[in-house]
Every structure is written in C-alpha cells, then in structure tokens.
C-alpha cells in the first residue's frame, strides 16, 4: 500500500506570493489533516478534512485555507506568504479521522520564504 | 500556552541501556496519546499510543507509561539500538476524534555506540 505522499517536496518563494500544496492520503483514507513544523513552535495542527469537508481549524490565520476532493486528495492554500510561513508543512491521514486512529504522515514539503 | 510539553530537547544514551522519554500535559480533556518518531528529511512514523484508561501499554522494545494524576506519560525503549536516534514526538487529543493532535517540541535521542 502506498503511503501518503506529498508534493511538491521543496518550494521557495517570495514575501506576497501564493503556494498551493498537495496530498495523497493512503488509499481508502477519508480524513486529511495539515500540520506546520518550525523549529520554534514544533508541530502545529492546521486543518483537518472529511469527506470534502472541514471538520476541524487550528489556531492559524485566514490566509491559510485547505479544501478536499472526492478522491479524498487534499489541497492547502498560503495566500499572502510571509517570511514566518517558512516550515516544513505535514499531511497525514487517517482512515475516519477518530478519536483512537493514529495517523500517518507524509515526508512533508519543505517551504521557504524569502 | 503548551499544552504538551517535552522539556528534555536532547538526550544521550548508550546502546543497550534503557531510554526514557519524558511528557507533561496540562489539558484534562485529553484521553489519547500518542508517541511518533521523526528521522529527518521524513514525516513522523507512529510508535506506539495509550488511550486514558488504561496506564501502561506494551509493543515490543517500547512501552508508554501514563500517570494521569500527574498529568505525565513516558516512553520506554529497552534495550536502546543505534537505530533508535532520532527526534521522538509525543501527542495528545481530545475526545470527538475531529481534534488535531497536540504535540510537543519534540526530544533528540541519541543513542551512543
């Protein structure tokens, strides 16, 4: 089975611009959550999706939206970028999303601000 | 505000000895947790997790112990490899299941030849 997978694996871009992220969860997964990892902060939860839906938002800005497709395939959006979005964003899925899933991460895009 | 807090950011220990890794959480809603262990360049790999009820779990070389009066868990890892080095993450979550995990900022574990 494959894992899931991330893409692109490294991204750098400029203050202002956009980037939009993609995910593949493992196969047969529904839930897709997006982490951020800075060395200050450690690992932040971002947004989770099931089922096309957003069912849970952390504690970040408007400037960072996800959206979910019916293949279950998930897409996250930094509009605006700034220097502080520079991290190593993490997707990982889950086959439901409950409670006692654990859940499984992809390697992660690496993005740079400059 | 942290709510999980790994307040060892390193540790070294010599193969064959036993490693402890130490977590404190500060929300009583939490009733999951979960240990991950991260190689760089890689996303975090899941260990081994303990639901509240219960104050030990077992799987192979790895144990978690949680003390939920004190509001502590700790990872056990007996005998240590070489293998093993790497940055361990423990996490927590709340019931629902629609909760993000919490993590903390992570322990480098070292493990000397």
């Known amino acids: 089975k494959a894992g899931v997978t991330q893409t692109p694996r490294y991204l750098i871009k400029t203050r202002g611009q956009q980037v939009t992220l993609s995910c593949s969860p493992i196969s047969g997964h529904r839930s897709v959550s997006w982490y951020q990892q800075t060395p200050g902060q450690g690992l932040q939860f971002l947004f989770e999706y099931f089922s096309e839906t957003q069912r849970n938002k952390g504690n970040f800005p408007g400037r960072f939206s996800g959206r979910q497709f019916s293949n279950s395939r998930s897409e996250m959006n930094v509009s605006t970028l700034e220097l502080g979005d520079s991290a190593l964003y993490l997707c990982?899925?889950?086959?439901?999303?409950?409670?006692?899933?654990?859940?499984?991460f992809g390697s992660g895009t690496q993005l740079s601000v400059l | 505000d942290q709510q999980v807090k790994q307040n060892s950011p390193s540790l070294s220990v010599q193969e064959g000895r036993i490693s402890i890794l130490n977590c404190d959480y500060t929300?009583?809603?939490?009733?999951?947790f979960l240990w991950y262990k991260k190689y760089p360049a890689e996303g975090p790999t899941f260990l081994i997790s303990i639901s509240s009820i219960k104050d030990k779990n077992e799987d192979g070389r790895f144990t978690v112990f949680l003390n939920k009066s004190a509001k502590h868990l700790s990872l056990h890892i007996v005998p240590s490899q070489p293998g093993d080095s790497a940055v361990y993450f423990c996490a927590a979550k709340s019931g629902g299941g629609a909760d993000g995990l919490t993590f903390g900022k992570g322990t480098h574990l070292i493990i000397q030849p």
């Open positions: 929300n009583s809603m939490f009733d999951y």
């Open positions: 990982a899925s889950s086959l439901r999303g409950s409670a006692n899933e654990k859940l499984f």
